[in-house]
């Protein structure tokens, strides 16, 4: 499903876990359509009902003709290891899943508090076993489409200070893009194991070949002696 602010002709295709709990909260503000809970009633799950998160569709983009369409993207090892940090660490998703509590056939035995290199060395049992940690890591052309061309304007999160200037010149409004959902704790490639890097770095080289254009891949060339098999690609 595409955002819209209809009465200021906006769309917006969000990307998980690229600041789009600060923009989506920043839109359902600015929409005459939306009415906002009390603020006291009001946490970072009010956004998404309001603005569910769907897949791109490329003849539901096409019909929005005259509409000023953006995106915003994010960093993919940033990206990546957000999930950790925020689904697994700070909402539980692992320990909340009933498949990985309860065990299947077809399910790899696997904690469900794991640190950082059981989750990434993992990953794949960890998302056939959560759907919302499938849906946190699929890749940024799920949600965006395959092409970027189609946007106005394509920020990275980097500028959510930018894009809250050009909505307010949009719509002449006062816009405010808060900092929603930030993860309590923090990860970097330097806390991982080699192998673990290993193991990320196909569903990584992917994710940055498709943004090319806004950021630029920090790993290095693959170890010979990694005995990882390559990870698929999540879809």
């Given at each position: 499903?595409?955002?819209t602010?209809?009465?200021h002709?906006?769309?917006?295709?969000?990307?998980?876990?690229?600041?789009?709990?600060?923009?989506?909260?920043?839109?359902a503000?600015?929409?005459?359509?939306?009415?906002?809970?009390?603020?006291?009633?009001?946490?970072?799950?009010?956004?998404?009902?309001i603005y569910?998160?769907?897949?791109?569709?490329?003849?539901?983009?096409?019909?929005?003709?005259?509409?000023?369409?953006?995106?915003?993207?994010r960093?993919?090892?940033?990206?990546?290891?957000?999930?950790?940090?925020?689904?697994?660490?700070?909402?539980?998703?692992?320990?909340?899943?009933?498949?990985?509590?309860?065990?299947?056939?077809?399910?790899?035995?696997?904690?469900?508090q794991?640190?950082?290199?059981?989750?990434?060395?993992?990953?794949?049992?960890?998302?056939?076993?959560s759907?919302?940690?499938?849906?946190?890591?699929?890749?940024?052309?799920?949600?965006?489409?395959?092409?970027?061309?189609?946007?106005?304007?394509?920020?990275?999160?980097?500028?959510?200070?930018?894009?809250?200037?050009?909505?307010?010149?949009?719509?002449?409004?006062?816009?405010?893009?808060?900092?929603?959902?930030?993860?309590?704790?923090?990860?970097?490639?330097?806390?991982?194991?080699?192998?673990?890097?290993?193991?990320?770095?196909?569903?990584?080289?992917?994710?940055?070949?498709?943004?090319?254009?806004?950021?630029?891949n920090?790993?290095?060339?693959?170890?010979?002696?990694?005995?990882?098999?390559?990870?698929?690609?999540?879809?």
């Open positions: 499903m595409v955002i602010v209809d009465a002709k906006l769309a917006y295709m969000a990307l998980p876990k690229a600041g789009c709990s600060s923009v989506k909260e920043a839109l503000r600015l929409d005459p359509s939306v009415t906002l809970p009390p603020e006291d009633q009001i946490d970072v799950r009010t956004w998404h009902g569910p998160t769907r897949r791109f569709r490329k003849h539901r983009w096409r019909a929005l003709e005259g509409y000023w369409g953006f995106c915003v993207v960093d993919p090892v940033k990206r990546l290891l957000s999930v950790y940090t925020n689904r697994v660490l700070q909402f539980g998703d692992t320990m909340n899943s009933r498949k990985l509590r309860q065990g299947r056939d077809w399910l790899p035995d696997l904690p469900r794991p640190d950082p290199d059981t989750f990434f060395q993992n990953l794949q049992g960890y998302v056939m076993g759907s919302s940690i499938k849906h946190h890591v699929m890749g940024a052309r799920v949600f965006l489409g395959p092409d970027l061309g189609v946007y106005d304007k394509v920020y990275r999160t980097e500028e959510l200070g930018q894009l809250a200037y050009d909505l307010a010149l949009l719509t002449r409004q006062n816009v405010h893009m808060p900092r929603g959902n930030r993860s309590e704790a923090q990860l970097t490639l330097d806390d991982l194991a080699p192998r673990t890097i290993d193991a990320l770095r196909p569903m990584l080289d992917e994710e940055y070949a498709f943004l090319s254009d806004y950021y630029d920090p790993l290095g060339p693959r170890r010979h002696d990694a005995c990882v098999t390559p990870m698929r690609r999540v879809s």
